[in-house]
Antibody, heavy 120, light 108 residues
Framework: QVQLQESGPGLVKPSQTLSLTCTVS??????????WSWIRQQPGKGLEWIGYIYYSGSTSYSPSLKSRATISEDKSRNQFSLNLISVTAADTAVYYCAREPASGVTEPKWGQGTLVTVSS | EVVLTQSPGTLSLSPGERATLSCRAS???????LAWYQHKPGQAPRLLIY???GRATGIPDRFSGSGSGTDFTLTISRVEPEDFAVYYCQQYGISPFTFGPGTKVDIK
């Protein structure tokens, strides 16, 4: 049974870089069957898809975050990461990592989420 | 970008009533890439339906999904007290993946 666990600082200062890591267990991020995604929910708002990385290293991002977000992978540790530069208070959110099926025929799976607050 | 529109914005129901939630896409995509999530405050979103009509593990059969092309529906046959929450549809067939704005199901 695959599990995903987000980790990283819970507090980031404005203008700095938010860095989160998702550790995957029970499955491999080298699998061609899945996209490995980041999703967030800002306080009082809906779910926002940030982007994904695929086993090949290809990435896709939300247009609204494309200029600030970078998703990378570490296959040796079975982890993938999100870097979001130049953060503001508007980036305060619960951040989730997720596994989304490339074929569409298996269940997506999410981590429990981690709250990141942007504040001085 | 595929824009998902959900309606209604809020659905007020009494326990035992039927809930019908709509998700409409700005362009067609393969129906196997449509999921529905239930979200309650302080919790991670819970996957209900994937591939338009596949019920996720452990989801009761009062939840069902249908649709194709640009029109998708989540139905709760008889709303239980624990079903009052916000429901999101998501497409993951065309990059960038997108979520709808959500439908809040609240107690009448």
């Amino acid at each position: 049974q695959v599990q995903l666990q987000e980790s990283g600082p819970g507090l980031v200062k404005p203008s700095q870089t938010l860095s989160l890591t998702c550790t995957v267990s029970g499955g491999s991020i080298s699998s061609a069957d899945y996209y490995w995604s980041w999703i967030r929910q800002q306080p009082g708002k809906g779910l926002e898809w940030i982007g994904y990385i695929y086993y090949s290293g290809s990435t896709s991002y939300s247009p609204s975050l494309k200029s600030r977000a970078t998703i990378s992978e570490d296959k040796s540790r079975n982890q993938f990461s999100l870097n979001l530069i130049s953060v503001t208070a508007a980036d305060t959110a619960v951040y989730y990592c997720a596994r989304e099926p490339a074929s569409g025929v298996t269940e997506p799976k999410w981590g429990q989420g981690t709250l990141v607050t942007v504040s001085s | 970008e595929v824009v998902l529109t959900q309606s209604p914005g809020t659905l007020s129901l009494s326990p035992g009533e039927r809930a019908t939630l709509s998700c409409r896409a700005s362009q067609s995509f393969a129906s196997r890439y449509l999921a529905w999530y239930q979200h309650k405050p302080g919790q991670a979103p819970r996957l209900l339906i994937y591939s338009t009509s596949g019920r996720a593990t452990g989801i009761p059969d009062r939840f069902s999904g249908s649709g194709s092309g640009t029109d998708f529906t989540l139905t709760i046959s008889r709303v239980e007290p624990e079903d009052f929450a916000v429901y999101y549809c998501q497409q993951y067939g065309i990059s960038p993946f997108t979520f709808g704005p959500g439908t809040k199901v609240d107690i009448k």
